[in-house]
């Protein structure tokens, strides 16, 4: 049984979800890590970039870390940190609890993305193509088998 639950953890696919207003359909897998590690400060719309996250040392990140990131999420912490210092009225990077606090974090933030669990998906945010996929189509970057 645990390692059932280990596999149902790494088996999760990730989405890429915007606040509705960003004006972005699809990212390439390189703009999606400088999304992610805080290099991207605004849209091509000129509106500022936040990324909402899980904890990098949730198991539910381990597809992230792995695939996004290449780092150990004591390397991510690090680099969450340097990437918002200095930014405090507005972080690049910010960590929260839970697959819903980041959806409803996106919805309500211009400029937002965040990374979710598929099935936490609502009608309020928009899904962001990787690399002209969607999840679920073959070929979709942050598939987690």
Known sequence: MVAGCF???WAKD???????????????MSELVKICKGQTNRWPTGKPVTFFSLNPAATEMK????????????????LITGANHGRANHPAI????????VVEA????????GLVDLYSITGGITVLRIESK???EAGYPLHGN
């Open 7 to 9: 596999t149902a953890a």
């Open 134 to 136: 969607l999840p679920l």
């Open 106 to 113: 996106v919805e309500s933030t211009p400029g937002a993305v």
């Open 63 to 78: 597809l992230v870390r792995e695939k996004v990131y290449g780092m150990s999420s004591d390397e991510i912490s690090a």
């Open 14 to 28: 990730m989405a890429l979800v915007s606040n509705k207003s960003n004006g972005v359909t699809e990212v390439s």
């Open 94 to 101: 910010v960590v929260v609890n839970s697959d819903k606090a």
